[in-house]
């Protein structure tokens, strides 16, 4: 835990290309006790160096930044600065934003328009180590997150990132499609499927399918 969350004061990044919603959702943080507004940006190079130069306890983080994708920046922002915390603030209710998400490491997902309540909530939870997801979306994401824990079991010797790749090539999609999904570029989804291919020990993408398929994976739509 940060020195500023034991003087009790919570310092917050806020991401969003959205200038008045930006501008609304600092004026509603710096209205809560306990909370500061050290920063904000509104694309995704201005988050991470935002972020990585403040040090922040929180980043409020919206997933739509313009031609960007805030899953991206959030998986570079986990990845530099693991003690801040991310939590999303989108309109995007879906499972694919939703799971693509919490797998790149943010700790909480909660939609725009949640009150005042909601959100001090979820900054404290997730400035806290904690998960928390909005109601409606929780209440789709975890029976995922559970389907993902057991997965983890299935091809123990693939990374996190080589399981996903695989249980969505185990769905039919195409690389391009993949790297959407994941918030990844097309080579880095080629290069975690080539290591599939060895971990494996198949030879090309249809013995893949096979054997993720026998294993239960790619069965989700």
Known sequence: ??????????????????????????????????FEVVGEADDLRG????VVELRPDVVLMDLNLGEESGVVATREIVARCPEVGVLVVTMLDDDDNVLAALRAGA??????????TEIERAVRAVAAGELLLSPGVAARALPHL?????????FPQLTDRERDVLELVAQGLDNLTI??????????VRNNLSNVLNKLGVADRGAAIARARDAGLGHHP
């Open 146 to 154: 559970a389907g993902t824990r057991a997965r983890a079991r299935v």
């Open 179 to 188: 790297a959407r999904r994941l918030g990844l570029s097309d080579k880095t």
């Open 47 to 50: 988050s991470i160096d935002t």
């Open 1 to 34: 835990m940060s020195e500023a969350v034991g003087d009790g004061v919570l310092r917050l990044v806020v991401v969003d290309d959205h200038p008045v919603f930006r501008m609304g959702m600092v004026a509603l943080l710096a209205s809560l006790d306990g």
């Open 107 to 116: 700790r909480g997902y909660v939609l725009k328009g949640a009150g005042p």
